[in-house]
């Protein structure tokens, strides 16, 4: 993860949900074809299980809902296999889908629940609520003219609320600071992009950078948007971060490579029990195939960000900098079933042009293993020494160029970089495990946001921030919710909470544009990246 996150248990334990590796609808004919055509001469109605659910409908003691019991059957069957197979009930795939389709119907806010209270932190531009009248600030109190507020309100049930189906209309009951009476809106909802490129700005004056999230369907897109973006700006290096990505669609990647790489030159390929061996080649037709390029990696990135990474590493095309890859070389295709529910079954392994497999290793059936691996890897000291990494493959692999790669378990960066843990305390966790900087930046910004919003580039809003002893509010206000620490701890934490204090109010005012460049100023990886190039 980026620096703002620190190290959390629970952050590292959470990942074993993961956007995993899919075979998008659209690519499947032509790169595996469809399994799903081999299936229709089976016998289905032969089977135990099925003959067993038959006889469990017609003749258990008591009534039941079969489906039901169906259900069970098929998670209890895939939870036997690997750990990426899954089943998603029907009422859960839209929002499975959402982050890879790349929009969802809405009215087009970011918001944070306050006090028992939405909080909208930032609406998007040119979407529905900007165009309706909303702010950021502006708190949420009704929808569709009934109170909705309290302590019951979650995410999931704001989702709800506010998300719904296209040109459907919403009315919401706003408090605005500054205004003593309810403010309404009605709101018309459409489409909302979900971006999966997060930032692509110059970081130096010949350098460009760019921070992808995930491989969905706009992704490719956005990509070359922000690719031809930094050209314009003159960009002679490029810098690419996949830190936290964990995967998505095949051929998003293979889009992504292909700018890159020679035409011919091997990209990935993908093999399973019921498929050929099938190649994934460059085409040739990239305009960047010649500009010094630098992948930026972590424990977080998976999948398709693995393949991006190998391809580069093993074409010799790119230096790869950060920490161990996740290690997911396991390929998903979706199966449909007839009540709007899907299966995610693993039909295929990919390798990376020089033949390694980069999956690391599960035992069937016992994914809770799989999921605390990364746990594992942080009490090792992987994280912070490469000598305590161990793969699980000895076997040598050879890059184009001949040097010595290995698989089973991750891409290893070309340069390391440790965690950077030096100021953190348990003051500091305390503090964003209760996300009270958050929660103060919030508060700052809405209390100031005319003063702030004087200052349209990071640099100088970073700069006046740093005059308002912010650091002594915070823990003012850290005080007066309980959470206090030595002097010893607020004293080695103190610039990395300046920090993030400062990253915060400056998303809040001036959104990612400014948030991402004030944060990569002190990312460890990215100031060796930039070193990296100027060595060259």
């Known amino acids: 993860m980026k620096k703002i996150f620190p190290i959390v248990i629970a952050t590292a334990l959470a990942f074993g949900v993961i956007l995993g590796f899919l075979i998008s609808a659209r690519s499947t004919q032509s790169m595996l074809g469809d399994i799903s055509s081999k299936l229709q001469g089976s016998n289905a109605a032969s089977n135990k299980v099925t003959e067993l659910l038959n006889i469990i409908d017609r003749a258990y003691v008591d009534t039941i809902d079969i489906s039901q019991v169906n259900e069970a059957v098929i998670i209890t069957a895939l939870n036997q296999l690997d750990p990426h197979s899954s089943y998603i009930p029907k009422e859960d795939l839209e929002a499975a889908n959402e982050q890879l389709e790349g929009s969802f119907s809405g009215i087009g806010v970011q918001f944070n629940i306050q006090e028992d209270t939405i909080y909208i932190v930032d609406v998007i531009s040119g979407g529905p609520s900007e165009r309706a009248g909303l702010m950021a600030g502006d708190r949420i109190i009704e929808v569709n003219d009934t109170l909705f507020v309290g302590k019951d309100i979650n995410n999931e049930k704001v989702f709800k609320k506010l998300r719904g189906p296209k040109s459907s209309d919403v009315r919401l009951g706003i408090i605005r600071r500054g205004t003593p009476e309810t403010l309404y809106f009605d709101i018309t909802r459409e489409d909302i992009p979900i971006h999966s490129v997060d930032i692509a700005y110059m970081i130096t004056p010949t350098t460009g950078f760019i921070a992808v999230n995930s491989f969905g369907a706009n992704t490719y897109s956005e990509f070359l948007t922000g690719l031809a973006r930094l050209k314009a700006e003159g960009a002679q290096n490029l810098i690419i971060d996949l830190r936290g990505n964990s995967g998505g669609y095949l051929d998003a990647a293979v889009n992504m490579i292909n700018e890159f790489l020679n035409r011919n030159e091997l990209i990935v390929y993908v093999e399973g029990r019921a498929y050929p061996r099938y190649d994934i080649k460059a085409t040739g037709n990239g305009s960047f195939k010649n500009t010094p390029l630098i992948v930026l990696i972590d424990e977080f990135s998976g999948s398709a960000s693995e393949i991006f990474a190998g391809a580069m590493q093993d074409n010799d095309r790119g230096t790869i900098i950060g920490r161990r890859s996740f290690g997911k070389g396991l ?152 959470i206090t620490g030595s002097n010893k701890d607020k004293n080695i934490s103190r610039t990395l909470i300046n920090e993030h204090i400062n990253s915060y109010i400056v ?16 990312d460890e990886t990215v100031l060796k990246a930039l070193s990296t190039l100027n060595t060259k």
């Open 331 to 482: 390929v998903q295709q979706p199966f449909n079933f007839s009540d709007g529910s899907q299966a995610r079954l693993t039909i295929a392994r990919y390798y990376t042009p020089s033949g390694r497999c980069i999956q690391k290793p599960y035992t069937r059936g016992k994914a809770e293993d799989y999921e605390t691996d990364i746990w594992n890897r942080y009490i090792q000291g992987e994280f912070f020494n490469a000598d305590s990494i161990h793969l699980a493959d000895s076997v040598e692999y050879y890059t184009k160029n001949g040097r010595i790669v290995y698989g089973g378990g991750g891409i290893m960066p070309d340069i390391f970089v440790p965690r950077d843990t030096t100021d953190i305390t348990p003051y500091f966790t305390k503090l964003v495990n209760k996300a009270l900087i958050y929660k103060f930046a919030l508060k700052y910004t809405e209390a100031h946001r005319t003063e702030l919003k004087e200052y349209t580039d990071w640099q100088s809003l970073n700069a006046h921030l740093n005059t308002l002893g912010l650091f002594d509010q915070l823990v003012a206000y850290a005080e007066k919710e309980n």
């Open 507 to 522: 998303r809040n005012i001036l959104g990612d544009e400014g948030f991402y460049p004030l944060l990569y100023t002190t």
